[in-house]
């Protein structure tokens, strides 16, 4: 139950990640008006950066019960609990708790410390 749990939050992670970052293209970059132009390209890179570091969390929580390591589970699941855990509080203080983002990654962190 424990790597299910795991291996569930590594899931949502990965389509939580996907989430952001299309919505960053087709809804907040769409609209953004953001001078000079190559400012524009560096926040949007950023943006898309925290995509793939999220990704490559939920793909490090799904293979964390094939590794065969508690100090890996361990190291793992407290980094990527104190990630998602900061992401979500950031979130949710900056949208006043108006958006679901906050919802989804503490539903990725209480899975993940669940599953440790």
Same mark, same amino acid.
């Given at each position: ?43 949007? +890179?950023?943006?898309q950066a925290s /995509?793939?570091?999220?990704?490559? @969390?939920?793909?490090? !929580?799904? %293979? #964390?019960?094939? &590794? ?20 979500? +509080?950031?979130?949710?203080?900056? /949208?006043r708790g108006r958006?679901? @983002?906050?919802?989804? !990654?503490? %539903? #990725?962190?209480? &899975? ?5």
């Open positions: 139950m424990r790597d299910l749990l795991l291996q569930g939050a590594g899931a949502l992670t990965i389509v939580v990640a996907l989430i952001h970052g299309y919505l960053g293209e087709a809804k907040v970059f769409a609209r953004a008006t953001i001078e000079p132009a190559r400012l524009r390209t560096l926040i949007r +890179l950023v943006w /995509t793939v570091a999220w990704i490559g @969390g939920g793909v490090l !929580l799904i %293979a #964390v019960p094939w &590794m065969g390591s508690e100090t890996a589970r361990h190291w793992i699941v407290a980094t990527m609990a104190c990630v998602f855990g900061f992401s979500a +509080l950031a979130n949710a203080w900056a /949208t958006h679901f @983002g906050w919802m989804a !990654l503490s %539903a #990725v962190v209480a &899975m993940a410390v669940a599953g440790y």
